[in-house]
Every structure is written in structure tokens, then in C-alpha cells.
């Protein structure tokens, strides 16, 4: 498997990766599939040497991807950078995800990236325990804040501090 920086051509199938996510409800509170033109300025967002888009692939099939987005717009806060990551489902538990993790770990402070976060729905075990097994720990709980169709669903905010300055 390979580890690369997204390029345009890939995302159309970054997008069927990210809407293959969609259904569950469990991994993004977004709940109608998006097209590729509506995550064009997204993927342009994470075209920065600080803000990277990374793909996993094998003999040229993308399998998943990984993004550093920028947490908060403010100039205190571009050390840290929200982490998502999303693996196509059947290839899902194959180590897939935690090969984008630990290569966004250890990147990050190259990037000039101290601190890592990542938001997640609390029932979300299986992105939990990845994270976790990273050095993840959870640094804050928000009960329902998200209004999904099946109701109301708490999030959870795990980080980790790659520098301690």
C-alpha cells in the first residue's frame, strides 16, 4: 500500500468514499451524498503543504483518505488542525485507516502542526479505538448537539499534542 498526496483525479473516488459513509450515520452528520463539484473548494482547501489530503492506495485503486483541516480560522489556532479519515467499507479493518493515521502522526509536525483533534460521534467505537491506539485521548464530550434523522447524537472530541510549546 501507498501513501500519497491526493491528486484532482482522485476525487471522484474520495467523494464515493465519503458518501459510502453517509447511510450508517455513525462516522459524519452530513445526511444526503454531496458530489464531486460541491467538494471542489474542499479539496482545494487541502491542496497547502499545511493542510494535506492524503489517499491510501494499492496498484493504483484508492482505498481511503485522510485531511488536516484547518480547526479554526484564527491565526493562534493554525498549529492545530481537525483529522478526518475514511476508508472505502470493504476495506475497512485492514489496517488501512491506521497506516492514514500514524502517517498524518507522524507528519504533522513537519507541517508545523502541534496539536491534532478529531470529532466524532460518541457511538462511533471502531474511529474511537483507531485514534486511540494513535495516542488520541478524549479532551471533550458534547451530549446531542448533532440532530440526525434517528434523533439526537452526542459527539465526542479526541486530540493529541504532538509539541508541547
Do not use: K
Amino acid at each position: 500500500m501507498n501513501i500519497r498526496l491526493a491528486r484532482h483525479e482522485d476525487l471522484p473516488r474520495i467523494v464515493a468514499i465519503y458518501n459510502a459513509a453517509i447511510p450508517g450515520h455513525s462516522a459524519t452528520a452530513d445526511t444526503a451524498p454531496l458530489t464531486v463539484a460541491e467538494r471542489e473548494p474542499w479539496f482545494d482547501a487541502h491542496q497547502s503543504a499545511h493542510r494535506p489530503l492524503w489517499v491510501a492506495e494499492r496498484e493504483g485503486e484508492v482505498l481511503g483518505w485522510l485531511s488536516l483541516s484547518t480547526f479554526y480560522a484564527r491565526p493562534a489556532y493554525d498549529p492545530t488542525v481537525e483529522l478526518s479519515v475514511y476508508v472505502r467499507p470493504e476495506h475497512q479493518r485492514h489496517g488501512i485507516g491506521r497506516a492514514l493515521v500514524e502517517h498524518a502522526r507522524d507528519a504533522s509536525p513537519t507541517l508545523g502542526i502541534a496539536t491534532i483533534l478529531a470529532v466524532l460521534f460518541a457511538h462511533n467505537q471502531a474511529s474511537r479505538r483507531l485514534l486511540e491506539s494513535a495516542g488520541f485521548a478524549e479532551w471533550g464530550y458534547l451530549p446531542g448537539v448533532t440532530h440526525m434523522p434517528e434523533g439526537r447524537r452526542d459527539v465526542v472530541i479526541l486530540g493529541l499534542e504532538l509539541s508541547p510549546e
